[in-house]
């Protein structure tokens, strides 16, 4: 009898489920408001074109179709938009009343407990900000960490100089690879992975390479991972359970903090100050090391790595960034790179074109529903931007896809000047009040890099294996060289 009452019981709900799938099915695609969004047919019934899109690494590519399709605003899935203007950039990342992150970032961090980068809420995120921010500020940056930063980068250049001439050619993404992340290690766990002296791959950066693929491919097929996770094969586990793996390293953050007098790790100082209150637990901090080590090293040494692709290949320019980086005095500083006009709108134009965060920034209209550009889009749509679009409209950015350094220098006026507007949506750091928090960080290693490069590899040239092909831009949520490795010839 019971089991009569069970069947019948699963086959109501089941009625139930395939109703509602229905009904939300008929709702998107045909009562929806966004319906009013232009896109193509399909967005509004299937998110199909868009995962399939994300799966193959093209999907910075094929949103930037989109709108170059249908214009700045495109429907991209049944309850996803893409916005490329000015004025839904700001709505979209506002300063002072900021969306909340899409609940995208927690399903893909996958941590134990909730993350800087991963939190959705605008209000716990904002305590933890506070906690962090002074000691990601640009002085603190430079009077703490600009001596081992610096070192730790001519050493990176030093040996990929000796691997060049030794081999003939050397991979310059492998060795700025090695210096973040032991740069990465030496202030979150307050000691260096030391792959810069091996010159191996650590097991860290292979784990690392794992998160990256895991998370991206979990977030979207969640049954894949829920059935890898489950599945007693170690590389299977090993994609989907990566944080295993490299939990213990973590833990050494939650150690080294305990030296306070030398204030050997960033968390240190962190927890001097917010101790008292005991916001911070010791997970927090396993789970904060780990996801600042995942957010500071590829990102650094990708966009480093195509500042280089993008200043070798074109000789001329190539030219003047040696001869203003010649002119630094032995012993320079942050400081001294800072005031080089050259070197510095290189770096800009590199971010611009390059970043390696150019992709989504998912964020989630709030309940009230909002107006964009005449649309009304109502509240739980998740509205992305991305700046590898909003860094190629012609109409900001004259010759969009051209490497041009006149539009960062000083004085230019004209064509190239940066308008407003440019100046608004120009974000490879993000925007709003989820800007990078290790944006200091990032800038003073790309300078430290970029005038050890040009000074101490004059000359330089790229290998015949750095093609377009290999140096196109290959998304997973990071975008990074397709082929892997960016070969240089000295
Ligand atoms: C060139 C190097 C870097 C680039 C291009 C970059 C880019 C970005 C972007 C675009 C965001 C916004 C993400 C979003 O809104 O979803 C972001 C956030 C973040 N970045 Fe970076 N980043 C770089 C280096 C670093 C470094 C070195 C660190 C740490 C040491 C770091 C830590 C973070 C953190 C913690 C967040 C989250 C901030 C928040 O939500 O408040 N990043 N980064």
Request: charged share 20%; proline share 5%.
């Amino acid at each position: 009898m019971s089991s009569t009452i069970n069947i019948s019981d699963a086959i109501a709900l089941l009625g139930l489920s395939l109703i509602f799938l229905i009904c939300r099915f008929v709702y998107n695609g045909i009562v929806n408001p966004l319906n009013k969004v232009p896109g193509p047919w399909y967005a509004r019934w299937t998110t199909l074109g868009l995962k399939l899109s994300t799966l193959s690494g093209r999907r910075i590519h094929y949103v930037h179709a989109l709108h170059q399709q249908y214009g700045p605003y495109v429907r991209l899935s049944p309850t996803e938009i893409a916005v490329n203007d000015a004025e839904g950039f700001k709505q979209v990342h506002s300063c002072t009343k900021p969306w909340d992150k899409s609940r995208w970032y927690e399903v893909m961090v996958q941590q134990k407990k909730p993350v800087f980068f991963s939190m959705a809420e605008s209000g716990p995120h904002g305590i933890r900000r506070k906690m962090f921010a002074r000691s990601f500020g640009k002085s603190y940056i430079r009077n703490h960490w600009e001596a081992k930063v610096a070192h730790m980068v001519n050493f990176a250049i030093d040996r990929f100089h000796d691997e060049a001439e030794g081999e003939g050619v050397a991979d310059v993404l492998k060795w700025l690879t090695f210096m973040a992340s032991d740069i990465s290690a030496h202030l979150m766990f307050g000691e260096s992975f030391h792959t810069l002296e091996t010159g191996v791959k650590s097991h860290f950066i292979e784990v690392l390479e794992k998160v990256l693929m895991g998370n991206v491919i979990g977030s979207e097929l969640p049954i894949l991972r829920i059935i890898g996770k489950r599945l007693p094969i170690k590389a299977v586990q090993d994609v989907f359970n990566p944080y295993r793996l490299i939990w213990q390293y973590a833990q050494e953050a939650v150690k080294t903090m305990r030296v306070r007098v030398e204030k050997r790790n960033i968390f240190a100082e962190i927890m001097a100050r917010v101790e008292k209150s005991e916001q911070l637990d010791d997970d927090d901090v396993t789970c904060e090391a780990l996801g600042l080590i995942i957010a500071g090293t590829d990102t650094t040494a990708i966009t480093m790595t195509y500042f280089i692709y993008a200043v070798l290949s074109q000789p001329q320019i190539q030219k003047s960034l040696e001869a203003e980086a010649s002119n630094l005095p032995e012993d320079y500083s942050d400081a001294d790179i800072e005031k080089l006009p050259l070197i510095n709108a290189a770096i800009q134009e590199t971010l611009r074109l390059y970043g390696a965060t150019n992709g989504m920034l998912p964020r989630m209209v709030p309940a009230e529903g909002a107006y964009m550009s005449g649309y009304y889009i109502p509240g739980g749509t998740t509205a992305i931007t991305q700046s590898y679009s909003l860094h190629r409209d012609a109409n900001v950015f004259p010759d969009p896809e051209k490497f041009i350094l006149e539009r960062w220098l000083p004085g230019t006026t004209g064509r190239y000047r940066i308008t407003n507007t440019a100046r608004s949506v120009y974000s490879p750091f993000g925007a709003g009040s989820r800007t990078c928090l290790g944006i200091h960080m990032a800038y003073m290693a790309m300078r430290y890099g970029a005038a050890a490069f040009l000074r101490k590899c004059p000359g330089a040239t790229l290998a015949p294996s750095a093609t377009a092909e290999c140096m196109e831009q290959q998304n997973y949520f990071l975008t990074m060289p397709a082929g892997h490795k960016c070969e240089v010839v000295l």
